[in-house]
DNA sequence: CCAATTTGCTTGCATCTTGCAAGTAAAAAC
DNA sequence: GTTTTTACTTGCAAGATGCAAGCAAATTGG
């Protein structure tokens, strides 16, 4: 459920909405994170870019309350885990075209999301 | 030609790099307008966002500066217009994918980068 | 079972980025 | 040739980010 929108939005333009959720230089990095099976927080801060810690709670928060990630508790565990949620999975073309103009037009750039598998 | 990164970059990750260039509020919607055709500078102004003249000079500068975007003067005028380079048309499944999400799961969304045609 | 380590955060603070409102000189329109 | 528009720049307040600590609960290791 996507709450009622926290952030006033700007139009309602779909672009530009989703740049209101997703537009800054973490949250779909957490995402990648996300996809590429990475569930506890510990793991999120050791990708390459080094995240601050709370830069990645607040992300994780945010994704939350938007419906694309879920926290879950494994069965006889306190210590919570991430997953997408279906909203989360469907950012994937997205993370792959973005991913693939990088790869294209940076130099330097080294794929890492898996082609086709995880 | 992408000159030297200017940002220093957080890892060789192609999306984080995009990132780097493309990841905040503004950018990728000065992309869309350029997409939509607009090419000088009031018209980015005009669009419902409401961007501000500075960061509509700083981005507008930044896309340049990555090769994205180009600065011309038409025959006979003064005034400067914009288009998009082959780089930047490249980000164009990008741009539709994010607001393909946008308008599936953010209600009250309405599409306007037009399906086919421009 | 108990000590040591790890995890999942929060807090504080300096710094960078945004947003808003004016201001301005050159260009274009009338 | 006077009015309007255009394409910016500047200044400042407010918000976001980055970094380093700090900390209690959870987990690990012996």
């Keep these: 459920m996507p709450s009622p929108p926290t952030t006033p939005r700007r139009s309602c333009c ?14 779909l990095l957490v995402l990648r994170d996300l996809f590429r099976g990475v569930d506890r927080y510990s793991g999120f801060t050791r990708s390459p870019e080094g995240i601050a810690t709370n830069i ?36 994937e073309p997205t993370l792959r075209a973005l991913a693939a103009w990088g790869l294209q037009h940076i130099p330097g750039t080294e794929a890492r999301l898996a082609p086709k598998d995880g």
């Design 56 to 91: 990645l709670a607040q992300r994780l928060d945010a994704l939350i309350e938007h419906g694309i990630a879920e926290r879950f508790v494994p069965e006889g565990k306190k210590h919570p885990r991430y997953r997408l949620t279906q909203r989360g999975r469907d950012l």
């Design 14 to 27: 779909p672009l530009a909405c989703s740049l209101d959720i997703l537009g800054d230089r973490w949250t």
